[in-house]
């Protein structure tokens, strides 16, 4: 049996797409099961709960081989790391008590970063609770995801503007979800793998928003720039928003540390994630609707 974290998130519901036919016995950790598909088969089990809470874990983990762990990011916490330590120590608790044998988790790009930043600083605080396991574990170690991008929809669309609190030139690491489910989905269905082990995945080559912006404009056939944000006003408004300070700190220091503090590890296999950002966005069906539709795509 293999379990999934986040399977309405926007990883875990690709990963859930590509194992929910397989015949696989399937248990789903979920807050809401009304966001899950409805036509789920008999072989997926829904376990309605928060994976912070031990007894969901123990539920979700007894019985099951494999184990898709995306901890979901909390940056309203009051304090931003700590959720992701906490709930990482949990989670390896309850796996050495459930004897899970095999773990794929969501990491972030690049080895553990010596300045803080932000969710990746949190990742590889929860590759180092969960190496302690006595599990088989995969890390996959991500770069920026294309769809980020739809949260911005409203303004590019609006605007024909976008921006981030980093230099627009700079190149940096962004992938296709889908091609991240892809290599997690094949790991979880795989028993034979054994150690621990980093996965990078970050995308076919380095890409910059100034580049972003150039496809952006050529697919919508509307000129869109990127604009850098100042990180002080980028923290100030993600707080107005609703994050905590300490989680609108963390959003701003990821950016720094992509832009200007993270470096590549050596030997990465780029074939792994061949989606271009060009061929995410034309197989977006919502991006070929009329600008109303669009203006609730990323909604």
Not at 96 to 113: F, R
């Amino acid at each position: 049996m293999i379990v999934l974290t986040t399977p309405t998130g926007n990883i875990g519901s690709k990963v859930l797409g590509a194992l929910a036919s397989t015949g696989q016995h399937l248990r789903l950790i979920v807050r809401d099961s009304a966001k899950l598909p409805v036509d789920l088969s008999d072989t997926v089990e829904v376990i309605q709960g928060r994976t912070d809470d031990p007894d969901t874990l123990i539920r979700a983990f007894t019985g099951a081989r494999a184990l898709f762990w995306c901890q979901p990011d909390t940056p309203t916490a009051e304090d931003y790391l700590k959720t992701y330590d906490a709930g990482s120590r949990t989670a390896l608790e309850v796996v050495e008590a459930t004897g899970v044998s095999h773990i794929v988790a969501i990491s972030g790009a690049g080895a553990a970063p010596e300045v803080p930043a932000g969710a990746v600083t949190g990742l590889h605080l929860i590759e180092k609770n969960l190496s302690q396991s006595q599990a088989n574990i995969r890390f996959l170690r991500c770069g920026t995801f294309f769809s980020n991008l739809l949260l911005e929809w409203e303004e590019i669309q609006k605007n024909g503007t976008f921006s981030y609190p980093m230099p627009g030139d700079a190149r940096i690491p962004q992938v296709a979800t889908e091609d991240i489910a892809g290599v997690a989905s094949r790991l979880l269905l795989d028993p034979t793998w054994t150690g621990r082990e980093a996965v990078s995945l970050l995308g076919p080559s380095d890409l910059s928003f100034h580049e972003i912006a150039a496809e952006l404009t050529r697919q919508l056939g509307k000129s869109i720039r990127y604009q850098q944000f100042p990180a002080d006003a980028y923290r100030d408004l993600s707080i107005q928003s609703g994050l905590s300070p300490s989680g609108a700190q963390g959003l701003v220091d990821v950016y720094d540390y992509v832009a200007n503090h993270y470096r590549e590890e050596p030997h990465v296999d780029r074939s792994l994630t061949p989606t271009t950002f060009a061929e995410w966005l034309s197989s977006q069906p919502a991006l070929a609707q009329i600008p109303s539709k669009l203006k609730s795509f990323g909604a």
